[in-house]
């Protein structure tokens, strides 16, 4: 009887239609979804290796393993993308499907209980519908979740498909496998370096992007921002509303006129014009138009007014506490930061990149995400990565350069002391009358050279003269006024990772093979110091950082798997894409028509084929044209084109009245 009823529930088969457990439909048709899958996989790995073979010379096809490993791999990687992308598809549809079934049957057992209902009620009810007749919102919203959901696994699935893809033919890892080309302004620090434990088989990469605060798409305020200043710039933000609706208003009009449109400079200084229609700088004068939007003495009320308010000084019933919570209540504060933290850790959860410790420092504006709570990298795993998301403002940037500064400074002066103190021993382990170096030959024929060269030619001798170079990098050009106030401090550390080298080898020259106790607290001092500026070199130098948004990612991965690597590269375009608007040039982010349509031969005018205008044609017009220009405004209609300053007047009473 089970294989007369293959739909019934009792039936449990792989294959058959509709049975339970069965990869099958009915409704397919006797269609098997294996050899459908197996259709479409190899399709499209042919597909992509016939690419392969048009794009790429001979003599690299017969090297690279083109029809041997390299199909497998391939075949295996669209295989268990496209597995994955369908049966979450399926699952997510299954699951939608059965909740609406179930809130559909409670529906009809509802129906069905309330039988003491009058069926004239019952009738009239109907007729007159409710929230649910023929309602199709909830429908469509599990629709939309269920494609969204698809386009989001699709999306997901191809990106790893695109980065294995690169990677395979890359055969190599760089930078760009991380961000792609559209984000590639934001990074400020890329480094790929071997492992200090495992420099064979482990690398360390670190990868720093910055955000400006013009790109986040909801903008980040710091904890301790006035209210005055968050009210400020809303209104900031709605003046400049105003005026691109005027501008627009502005080039609309021309464009109807016939005249070319504004330029990109006169589309700038048009808006600037306009700002004194908005605000001005009279902050005594309570009629000012900077009090359009908010009174002056409620202006007052709220000066330094911060996230909190004393506990002795809080009154509920004051205008400023109402004027905090009102401002609170919008959330404008936080919602920046949260937004950009949500998305970082849902972004983190989807691609199964999971962390065990998580510090969210919300005043701070510091977010902290590693994939393991400890922190020693000797007891830590081969893969493995750490997040910092931070938001800088001016103040904090222009404290870090301070400090920046202060350690280059404490670095020089260090080095230059061990270089002292390495000198000083190298000239006391010289042997006294024996040639040990060049300075040694200098020094024994230098009264010699004076003797029978300089002083016959009257050139100065080597001593006289000053010397500039230092014989370890080259003579460094003098800083311009912008790159003091940009220091990159380059040259600098790179000087001192080659005095601490040259330090080096003078210390094995004075001893040799001997390791006696002065040698081995020189080692120790000129090693600690080139682990300490290596990894001061490693870090961001705050003068490349503009306020915004920093994401700094330290990954360590295995250099033949590398599967850190590959799932945070997802991850980061994933997060930019979701908090960043990108690089938008304003000029053309303006444009709604392109200058180079607007030609001459447009303005087309009836005529003859040598160019003249008909006579009548141009009569008439010139006629039509002065009966317009004569015409005057019939009594009781009013103009309705209102003037340049009437329109600015009813702008300002909206203002006022917002």
Same mark, same amino acid.
């Given at each position: 009887?089970?294989?007369?009823?293959?739909?019934?529930?009792?039936?449990?088969?792989?294959?058959?239609?509709?049975?339970?457990?069965?990869?099958?439909?009915?409704?397919?048709?006797?269609?098997?979804?294996?050899?459908?899958?197996?259709?479409?996989?190899?399709?499209?790995?042919?597909?992509?290796?016939?690419?392969?073979?048009?794009?790429?010379?001979?003599?690299?096809?017969?090297?690279?393993?083109?029809?041997?490993?390299?199909?497998?791999?391939?075949?295996?990687?669209?295989?268990?993308?496209?597995?994955?992308?369908?049966?979450?598809?399926?699952?997510?549809?299954?699951?939608?499907?059965?909740?609406?079934?179930?809130?559909?049957?409670?529906?009809?057992?509802?129906?069905?209980?309330?039988?003491?209902?009058?069926?004239?009620?019952?009738?009239?009810?109907?007729?007159?519908?409710?929230?649910?007749?023929?309602?199709?919102?909830?429908?469509?919203?599990?629709?939309?979740?269920?494609?969204?959901?698809?386009?989001?696994?699709?999306?997901?699935?191809?990106?790893?498909?695109?980065?294995?893809?690169?990677?395979?033919?890359?055969?190599?890892?760089?930078?760009?496998?991380?961000?792609?080309?559209?984000?590639?302004?934001?990074?400020?620090?890329?480094?790929?370096?071997?492992?200090?434990?495992?420099?064979?088989?482990?690398?360390?990469?670190?990868?720093?992007?910055?955000?400006?605060?013009?790109?986040?798409?909801?903008?980040?305020?710091?904890?301790?921002?006035?209210?005055?200043?968050?009210?400020?710039?809303?209104?900031?933000?709605?003046?400049?509303?105003?005026?691109?609706?005027?501008?627009?208003?502005?080039?609309?009009?021309?464009?109807?006129?016939?005249?070319?449109?504004?330029?990109?400079?006169?589309?700038?200084?048009?808006?600037?014009?306009?700002?004194?229609?908005?605000?001005?700088?009279?902050?005594?004068?309570?009629?000012?138009?900077?009090?359009?939007?908010?009174?002056?003495?409620?202006?007052?009320?709220?000066?330094?007014?911060?996230?909190?308010?004393?506990?002795?000084?809080?009154?509920?019933?004051?205008?400023?506490?109402?004027?905090?919570?009102?401002?609170?209540? /919008?959330?404008? *504060?936080? =919602?920046?930061?949260? !937004?950009? &933290?949500?998305? %970082?850790?849902?972004?983190?959860?989807?691609? @199964?990149?999971?962390?065990?410790?998580?510090?969210?420092?919300?005043?701070?504006?510091?977010?902290?995400?590693?994939?393991?709570?400890?922190?020693?990298?000797?007891?830590?795993?081969?893969?493995?990565?750490?997040?910092?998301?931070?938001?800088?403002?001016?103040?904090?940037?222009?404290?870090?350069?301070?400090?920046?500064?202060?350690?280059?400074?404490?670095?020089?002066?260090?080095?230059?002391?061990?270089?002292?103190?390495?000198?000083?021993?190298?000239?006391?382990?010289?042997?006294?009358?024996?040639?040990?170096?060049?300075?040694?030959?200098?020094?024994?024929?230098?009264?010699?050279?004076?003797?029978?060269?300089?002083?016959?030619?009257?050139?100065?001798?080597?001593?006289?003269?000053?010397?500039?170079?230092? /014989?370890?990098? *080259?003579? =460094?050009?003098?800083? !311009?006024? &912008?790159?003091? %106030?940009?220091?990159?401090?380059?040259?600098? @550390?790179?000087?001192?990772?080659?005095?601490?080298?040259?330090?080096?080898?003078?210390?094995?020259?004075?001893?040799?093979?001997?390791?006696?106790?002065?040698?081995?607290?020189?080692?120790?001092?000129?090693?600690?110091?080139?682990?300490?500026?290596?990894?001061?070199?490693?870090?961001?130098?705050?003068?490349?950082?503009?306020?915004?948004?920093?994401?700094?990612?330290?990954?360590?991965?295995?250099?033949?798997?590398?599967?850190?690597?590959?799932?945070?590269?997802?991850?980061?375009?994933?997060?930019?894409?979701?908090?960043?608007?990108?690089?938008?040039?304003?000029?053309?982010?303006?444009?709604?028509?392109?200058?180079?349509?607007?030609?001459?031969?447009?303005?087309?005018?009836?005529?003859?084929?040598?160019?003249?205008?008909?006579?009548?044609?141009?009569?008439?017009?010139?006629?039509?044209?002065?009966?317009?220009?004569?015409?005057?405004?019939?009594?009781?209609?009013?103009?309705?084109?209102?003037?340049?300053?009437?329109?600015?007047?009813?702008?300002?009473?909206?203002?006022?009245?917002?």
């Amino acid at each position: 009887m089970a294989g007369d009823l293959p739909r019934s529930p009792n039936v449990f088969h792989p294959t058959k239609p509709s049975a339970v457990g069965s990869r099958n439909s009915l409704a397919q048709d006797g269609r098997l979804q294996n050899d459908e899958f197996e259709r479409v996989v190899q399709e499209e790995s042919e597909k992509i290796l016939k690419e392969i073979e048009t794009k790429l010379p001979q003599e690299v096809l017969k090297e690279l393993d083109v029809m041997g490993g390299l199909k497998q791999k391939l075949y295996n990687y669209y295989n268990q993308n496209y597995q994955n992308m369908f049966n979450r598809y399926v699952v997510t549809t299954e699951d939608e499907m059965v909740k609406k079934i179930r809130g559909f049957i409670d529906k009809e057992e509802n129906k069905a209980l309330a039988r003491y209902t009058p069926k004239e009620i019952s009738e009239m009810l109907d007729q007159i519908g409710g929230a649910d007749k023929f309602n199709t919102a909830e429908v469509e919203k599990s629709i939309v979740n269920m494609y969204g959901h698809l386009q989001g696994h699709v999306q997901r699935g191809l990106n790893d498909l695109e980065n294995e893809t690169n990677a395979l033919l890359r055969q190599k890892t760089d930078v760009g496998a991380f961000i792609r080309g559209e984000n590639a302004y934001s990074i400020i620090k890329c480094s790929f370096k071997d492992n200090a434990f495992k420099p064979k088989v482990v690398s360390d990469v670190k990868l720093s992007i910055n955000i400006l605060e013009s790109e986040l798409i909801s903008p980040i305020l710091q904890y301790q921002a006035s209210v005055e200043y968050i009210i400020k710039d809303q209104i900031s933000k709605t003046i400049s509303e105003f005026i691109d609706r005027e501008i627009e208003v502005l080039q609309d009009q021309l464009v109807d006129e016939g005249k070319e449109e504004l330029t990109d400079s006169e589309l700038m200084f048009e808006r600037i014009k306009k700002v004194t229609d908005f605000t001005d700088d009279e902050k005594e004068d309570e009629s000012s138009r900077r009090y359009a939007f908010m009174a002056k003495n409620m202006v007052e009320k709220i000066e330094g007014l911060r996230a909190e308010i004393p506990r002795d000084e809080f009154d509920s019933q004051n205008i400023r506490e109402n004027i905090k919570r009102i401002v609170d209540d /919008e959330n404008i *504060r936080n =919602r920046g930061f949260n !937004t950009a &933290v949500n998305n %970082l850790t849902s972004i983190l959860d989807t691609s @199964k990149m999971g962390y065990q410790f998580v510090e969210n420092l919300k005043n701070a504006r510091e977010l902290i995400i590693k994939e393991y709570e400890d922190a020693d990298p000797a007891r830590l795993p081969d893969e493995r990565y750490q997040i910092t998301l931070k938001f800088y403002d001016n103040d904090q940037l222009e404290k870090l350069r301070k400090n920046y500064d202060e350690q280059v400074d404490e670095f020089r002066r260090e080095v230059l002391h061990a270089w002292d103190v390495v000198e000083v021993v190298y000239q006391g382990k010289k042997s006294r009358g024996k040639i040990n170096d060049f300075d040694d030959l200098s020094k024994k024929t230098s009264a010699s050279i004076k003797k029978q060269i300089k002083d016959v030619s009257g050139d100065p001798t080597y001593e006289e003269q000053e010397k500039n170079w230092n /014989e370890i990098m *080259r003579l =460094r050009v003098e800083d !311009t006024d &912008v790159e003091r %106030l940009n220091q990159t401090y380059v040259y600098e @550390k790179e000087l001192l990772k080659k005095m601490l080298r040259k330090s080096k080898e003078k210390v094995a020259i004075t001893f040799g093979y001997e390791n006696p106790k002065m040698r081995v607290v020189a080692d120790q001092r000129i090693d600690f110091l080139e682990k300490e500026v290596e990894e001061f070199d490693y870090i961001i130098n705050p003068y490349h950082v503009q306020p915004g948004l920093v994401l700094d990612v330290d990954i360590t991965s295995i250099k033949r798997k590398k599967y850190t690597l590959n799932s945070m590269a997802n991850v980061m375009n994933e997060f930019l894409n979701g908090v960043s608007k990108g690089f938008a040039d304003a000029a053309f982010a303006s444009f709604k028509r392109r200058r180079s349509t607007v030609r001459d031969d447009i303005n087309q005018t009836f005529g003859d084929s040598s160019g003249a205008a008909a006579p009548v044609s141009t009569e008439y017009a010139n006629k039509l044209k002065s009966l317009n220009e004569g015409k005057e405004t019939p009594k009781g209609k009013a103009d309705v084109t209102p003037s340049k300053s009437s329109r600015k007047k009813v702008n300002l009473d909206e203002l006022s009245e917002i």
